[in-house]
């Protein structure tokens, strides 16, 4: 069972009025729960991106340099066979 527990936040009153528009239901404390939710995946997503793009960078010489001798290794057995 998750917990809810109150907190007082304060929004611009044009942002409210925004809410209000959008959440017919009025049950603006679910849609901000769910908008807060997915905002926070998004940012987690982001940085596992951000740490994948760092490690790939950290390696492109050694990546470069193996596919380089591989492609040396297949050339010369390519001319070894023909």
Do not use: C, G, P, W
């Not at 940012?43 to 470069?64: P, S, T």
Request: glycine share 0%.
């Amino acid at each position: 069972m998750i917990t809810k527990v109150k907190k007082s936040i304060s929004l611009s009153n044009s942002l409210l009025k925004e809410l209000t528009l959008l959440d017919k239901d009025e049950n603006i404390s679910q849609f901000i729960e769910t908008a807060l939710t997915y905002y926070i995946n998004e940012l987690k997503k982001h940085e596992r991106r951000q740490r994948d793009i760092e490690i790939i960078n950290a390696n492109a010489k050694r990546f470069k340099k193996e596919a380089e001798e591989n492609l040396k290794y297949q050339a010369a057995r390519y001319a070894v066979m023909n």
